[in-house]
């Protein structure tokens, strides 16, 4: 069949509403060939006018969000304004919906009788918190959302206050969030299934960074603190280093890799201490530890040490400034970093991650003025006609992934969140493990004791990440277990991976091999570099993505270390980036019978968080300016400390309307009435004092009445909160998010939700995660037809099994 190179062109999108999250999500549509429609008021989405800007005064945020589509105006006072949005959304296969967080004068739209008009239209709705709950209705920011949902508080040194990227994070994860949702429907729809209307929002949509750590909180209790800038709970050491030149972003997990960690700089005497084997016992000796091991990291550059990690297999990368992506012709011809046009400028931006390799994205584009039609928008006479009923061959209350199926090779988080989001919409997933190297996160300890234990089936953060799979064992080294698990792959219709680069290939799985057996096959693979990199042999887990990606250089505060914001930010990021793409040619694949390989680099994923510095660099910027707990746009903007221990709130004035009222609640009218102050630049001149005001009004209140009062008066506000407390978080509670789940070894447990709903209630969770080897007779006599002696007999010979082996 005829190949389409890019995979939405059939499709016209509108979006509508101001959010960060919904430009996202209809970005990833224009970036596969999507006409997106972008509405605006005459003077522009507000997001145009967001700091950063270039020379000539353009948002470079905006234009990361925003290139490759077309701009339509609409003046909301127009009489004619409403039949005009209307009249554009019935042309329209998906509709992008932000006004639950900024509707920017949007003018009214009847959605019920729009949908019986248009029955086939995918709508995809953005809120902060949704629509119902205590927090419906709350003002918000980027940095509350985040503070509300965990993501704060553990972040900085043991004192305070924490430490926090000032903006571009939550509308990414809540922008991947709806486009899963609303490309999900396109899979659907591709197969006869019902339309879908989808709500997420952007607070359960950012829990994705924090749902592991809820559910070792369950079992653990009360054990996690904020230990100091790039030091986190479990493990050590995670984090940055001095040294020669450059940082160095460190991350040691497994026993043989602080084996060679010490081996590297002559640590013999703590190298086989049974105190330290694991991560989490080398952290009770942290001080100690780091004493000992950061001045010798000052003996060599970072180039240096990584060339050494790599000789070693010890996730160490260098920490790269801005200044340094922009100089990497790899990540430019990849396509990671790619040109954009704002106005007259023309500079850099972060490309798609989604590195389909038959069907790949743009490269780059313009971003349009107010107004502005871009040359390759489409009209309704050369595009197909989607506007036809709905089959009903699937049915409509049928998940919009029944009837695929999926084979899971992945391990940790990344690949697993990817197949568990798969599994939520619907998917058979079918996870592939073995008893001589299950999933390592079930643990790397791999002592008898342990395994004797069954310590493996009790790790929580194992159970959040595989639910609703299947889960077999099948030793991949024996030809046996290659024989069956190619028999799984020629019916199924994705795979799924993010061992290290050679694995698969070496076992004879590598995609040459499997696309014979099964031309429609999508395979995903996700490394940390991309199959063909330089730094291809590159270990890495989540925590090495955020070190090389940029970001941590625009963190925290001026002349000190870079700062990383989460234990492993970069695995979720990865995971939701990679179920993205592998929608992307399922979709294609269904409309073409073509399947295709997905080149996943999880580094590159983390870039669009540092994408408004890259911008700006490129267009003769400098050096990003790092702001602490400061904001550039809004001002004043912070955590401040609340009565009682180590409690902090966190709140911003957007607008100099939202500053008067804070004015007036923390007892200053006098600030609220003063000309000077009636502006960013104006109370910037002031911000010191103006924040020792906030504070002392803070200090005197409990951090949730706190918030309580801000909120009444419409300010932006959000409690720092651990992640234990959303164990307990009203709002979540009101809205059902954590689910009570069964299983074997633990009992139990709560679950978090899938953000992205169809009504009022989240989608049940249908299965607790597979105990090893659990489905092993299911899926080999129910998919394959094997008997039950030669099931017995790979029993017998070790290929499958239920009880791991100890090494």
């Known amino acids: 069949m005829e190949t389409s190179r890019n995979v939405f062109s059939h499709l016209r999108v509108v979006e509508i509403g101001s959010s960060a999250a919904t430009s996202y999500c209809a970005r990833m549509f224009a970036d596969f060939g999507a006409d997106v429609q972008k509405v605006e008021p005459p003077l522009g989405d507000p997001l145009r006018r967001s700091l950063p800007l270039t ?12 290139f490759n589509k077309s701009s339509v105006t609409i003046d909301p006072a127009d009489s004619y304004a409403s039949t005009r949005l209307t009249a554009l959304l019935r042309e329209c296969d998906i509709l992008i919906d932000g006004r639950d967080v900024d509707s920017i004068g949007c003018p009214s739209i009847d959605i019920a009788a729009l949908n019986r008009v248009c029955p086939k239209l995918i709508h995809v709705e953005v809120s902060w918190f949704g629509r119902t709950g205590p927090y419906a209705g709350f003002a918000a920011t980027d940095s509350t959302v985040r503070a509300l949902a965990g993501l704060i508080k553990l972040v900085g040194p043991v004192e305070g206050p924490p430490l926090y990227a000032p903006d571009f994070q939550t509308g990414i994860l809540a922008g ?22 989808w709500s997420l929002n952007v607070f359960e949509s950012s829990l994705v960074l924090t749902e592991h750590m809820i559910a070792e909180a369950f079992v653990q209790g009360d054990v996690m603190r904020r230990i100091g800038v790039n030091r986190f709970w479990p493990g050590s050491p995670v984090g940055i280093y001095e040294t020669r030149k450059g940082w160095l972003g460190v991350t040691v997990a497994t026993p043989a890799q602080w084996r060679a960690f010490c081996d590297m700089l002559g640590l013999s005497e703590l190298r086989n201490r049974p105190d330290m084997v694991l991560g989490q016992d080398r952290l009770k000796h942290l001080e100690g530890v780091e004493r000992m091991f950061a001045p010798s990291l000052k003996s060599r550059t970072a180039l240096e040490w990584f060339s050494e990690g790599l000789k070693r297999k010890i996730p160490m990368v260098p920490v790269p400034e801005i200044s340094d992506l922009l100089q990497d012709k790899e990540k430019v011809a990849r396509g990671a970093i790619v040109p954009v046009l704002l106005g007259e400028e023309a500079g850099r931006t972060i490309g798609s991650m989604q590195r389909l390799t038959l069907t790949p994205p743009r490269r780059g584009g313009k971003v349009p003025a107010p107004g502005e039609r871009q040359a390759f928008s489409t009209t309704r006479e050369n595009r197909p006609n989607t506007r036809s009923a709905p089959s009903d061959r699937l049915g409509g209350g049928q998940l919009p992934l029944q009837g695929v199926r999926v084979i899971d090779f992945s391990m940790g988080w990344a690949g697993p969140l990817c197949t568990r989001t798969l599994a939520d919409l619907g998917a058979d997933v079918v996870k592939v493990e073995a008893i001589q190297y299950p999933d390592w996160w079930r643990g790397v300890d791999r002592r008898p004791a342990y395994v004797a234990d ?11 990440m595989n639910r609703n799979k299947r889960g077999i064992t099948l030793d991949l080294t024996r030809p046996r277990g290659v024989e069956l698990v190619k028999r799984l792959v020629s019916g199924s219709d994705i795979v799924v991976e993010n061992y290290s680069v050679n694995v698969l290939p070496k076992l004879g799985l590598g995609y ?50 870079p700062v990383m914001s989460h234990m492993a930010f970069g695995d979720a990021v990865g995971g939701l980036h990679g179920c993205a793409a592998v929608l992307i040619a399922l979709a294609h694949a269904q409309n073409t019978g073509q399947g295709q390989f997905i080149d996943l680099a999880q580094v590159e994923c983390m870039m669009p968080f540092a994408a408004p510095w890259i911008t700006v660099h490129s267009i ?13 746009q809004f001002v004043p903007h912070g955590c401040f400390r609340c009565a009682g221990e180590d409690n902090w709130i966190m709140m911003a004035a957007t607008d100099d309307s939202m500053w008067r009222r804070l004015a007036l609640v923390i007892g200053r009218p006098e600030w609220a009435a003063h000309p000077s102050l009636n502006s960013p630049e104006g109370r910037r001149t002031m911000e010191d004092l103006i924040e020792q005001g906030i504070e002392a009004w803070s200090l005197t209140r409990d951090a949730d009445q706190a918030m309580s009062e801000l909120q009444a008066a419409k300010i932006a506000a959000g409690v720092a909160r651990l992640p234990i407390d959303l164990l307990d978080d009203r709002h979540l509670k009101s809205r059902s998010f954590l689910q009570p789940v069964d299983r074997a070894f633990i009992g139990w447990h709560p679950q978090p939700s899938l953000p992205i709903r169809q009504g009022a209630e989240p989608y049940p969770i249908r299965a607790a995660a597979p105990t090893l080897g659990q489905h092993n007779e299911e899926v080999l006599s129910g998919l394959l037809g094997l008997s039950a002696a030669e099931i017995a007999q790979l029993m017998k010979e070790g290929i499958i099994g239920t009880a791991a082996l100890p090494e």
């Open 454 to 464: 069954h310590l493996y089936e009790k790790i929580a953060r194992f159970c959040v």
């Open 620 to 632: 003769g910027g400098g050096a990003p300016k790092r702001y602490g707990s400061r904001h550039p």
């Open 55 to 66: 020379r000539n005064g353009e948002s470079a945020w905006f234009a990361f969000l925003n």
């Open 512 to 561: 040459d091999v499997l696309r014979v057996l099964n031309p429609r096959l999508v395979m995903l693979s996700m490394s940390a570099f991309g199959t063909n990199s330089v730094h291809r042999d590159c270990r890495a887990y989540g925590s090495t993505l955020e070190q090389a990606s940029g970001l941590p250089t625009v963190i925290g505060n001026p002349n000190e270390a």
């Open 176 to 197: 991947l969030w709806g486009f899963i949702a609303a490309a999900s429907s396109v899979v659907a729809q591709a197969r006869g299934g019902a339309t879908h209307s």
